[in-house]
C-alpha cells in the first residue's frame, strides 16, 4: 500500500524559503520518478520539480534557480527546498510517485499514480 506524506508547508513572507517533506512508503524508491506539483485555486495542477532513482532531475522554467527536488534514501523522503518565494508560489503542493514499467522523468501530473493530501504554502 503505497503512501505519501507531505509535512512542511505554512507561511511565510515574500522572499522567504521553506522546505517541503514528503515520506513515501509502501514501494521501493529504485526504479521509480517522484515529483512535486502544486494546485492553486481556479487554476491546473502544475509539474515543478521531478527526479528518479539514477540521480536526474528537471525542473519547470518557473521555478528554477529557485527550488532544489531531492531524495533521501535513509529517511525514505522526498525533499522540496524552495527560496525567493513570491504570491504567486501560494498553492496547495503534492508530493507524487511514478511507478511501474516506465520512470522516466515527467512534469505531466497524468503520468503520476500514487499522490499525497498536499500541503498549503501561502506566501504574503
Known amino acids: 500500500h503505497v503512501q505519501l506524506v507531505e509535512s512542511g508547508g505554512g507561511s511565510v513572507q515574500a522572499g522567504g524559503s521553506l522546505r517541503l517533506s514528503c515520506v513515501a512508503s509502501?514501494?521501493?524508491?529504485?526504479?521509480?520518478?517522484m515529483g512535486w506539483f502544486r494546485q492553486a485555486p481556479g487554476k491546473e495542477r502544475e509539474g515543478l520539480a521531478t527526479?528518479?532513482?539514477?540521480?536526474?532531475?528537471t525542473y519547470a522554467d518557473s521555478v528554477k534557480d529557485r527550488f532544489t527536488i531531492s531524495w533521501d534514501n535513509a529517511k525514505n523522503a522526498l525533499f522540496l527546498q524552495m527560496s525567493s518565494l513570491q504570491p504567486d508560489d501560494s498553492a496547495m503542493y503534492y508530493c507524487?510517485?511514478?511507478?511501474?514499467?516506465?520512470?522516466?522523468?515527467?512534469?505531466?501530473?497524468?503520468?503520476?499514480?500514487?499522490w499525497g493530501q498536499g500541503t498549503q504554502v501561502t506566501v504574503s
Open positions: 507524487a510517485a511514478r511507478t511501474g514499467a516506465t520512470w522516466s522523468l515527467s512534469l505531466g501530473a497524468s503520468d503520476y499514480n500514487h
Open positions: 527526479i528518479n532513482s539514477d540521480g536526474s532531475a
Open positions: 509502501g514501494f521501493a524508491y529504485s526504479g521509480t520518478c
